[in-house]
């Protein structure tokens, strides 16, 4: 079996329109997500290895020094599947996609 970085991906103009609903609305969006998502952990836990988390604001790091940056990404999972397919099909049904506001889900296999 191959490891896979799963990076979970979100537009910032997605993630503006998410907060900018009532609280209430975010709140209850929060806990149907959340409650599917342990519900996807559970049926995949025989394929998680790392369950990651979520991520924050970024520093970029170049030859020229460190600046603040943005990118699209906002968590990570390792998963253990026989091919990037596979893989892949994990998370047709990630609350990531299916509940949040997420833009998608990018399967990379590690190489070493």
Known sequence: ??????????????????RSRPKAEQDAIDAVGLEQWAAWESRNAASILDRGGMVGKTKRVTKDG??????????????EAQSIEAAAQLFQDHPHITVFPGYGVDIMPFLT
Do not use: H, Q, W
Not at 1 to 18: C, G, N, Q
Not at 70 to 77: A, D, K, L
């Open 66 to 79: 460190v600046a603040d940056a943005v990118n699209p990404f906002c968590g990570y999972i390792v998963v």
């Open 1 to 18: 079996m191959s490891r896979f970085l799963a990076v979970y991906t979100m537009k910032p103009e997605d993630l503006a329109s998410f």
